[in-house]
């Protein structure tokens, strides 16, 4: 059966028009989606303060709801950083003050980044050097903080600075 009987508009239309509901038969709705939104908007218009305070009150949880996701999101963040470099959220965020915002070797500012200036910091001492984009950061991590393959590899920029065309 790939039809069914609509009671509010008494025509047969094709399953697909109906909304699924729980009952057991054919598990569709009584009525089809364009009588059910059609009833929706008269009970609108027929009661709208209504369905402002419901609005509003959904909108309200919605906003709580949102602010705690957040908040999570902000207390996992703050641990991470406490853990693995032994700075709070605020401390990034002097950092980033300290630095306006942009990263501390090409000084592209956080806004133009896609995710937040990351933290750079000593392998061997654990020290906090500065933020870095997401470009450089893996940039000074290849050349393993050597400051004498970061020479070399700007030595052989400078020296090979004519591309020939192939």
């Known amino acids: 059966m790939d039809k069914k009987y609509c009671k509010k508009c008494l025509i047969i239309k ?5 909304y699924f509901h729980k009952s057991p038969r054919d598990q569709r709705t009584g009525k089809c989606k364009e009588c059910i939104l059609e009833e929706g908007a008269l009970y609108q218009k027929a ?8 609005s509003n009150k959904y909108a309200a949880k919605e906003r709580a709801r949102q602010l705690k996701i957040k908040n999570r999101k902000l207390e996992a963040r703050n641990s991470q950083m406490k853990l693995k470099y ?3 959220l605020e ?11 942009r990263c501390a070797i090409c000084g592209i500012h956080e806004d133009l980044l896609t995710r937040a200036l990351a933290i750079d910091h000593c392998h061997t001492t654990g020290k906090i050097r500065g933020l870095l984009c997401n470009y450089c950061n893996p940039g000074l991590g290849s050349f393993r903080d050597s400051v004498k393959s970061l020479q070399a590899a700007i030595m052989y920029l400078q020296s090979h600075s004519i591309v020939i065309d192939s």
């Open 91 to 101: 401390d990034y965020e002097i950092l980033l003050k300290a630095q306006e915002g």
């Open 47 to 54: 009661n709208p303060e209504v369905c402002h305070k419901k």
């Open 86 to 88: 032994g700075i709070t």
């Open 14 to 18: 094709p399953l697909e028009e109906f």
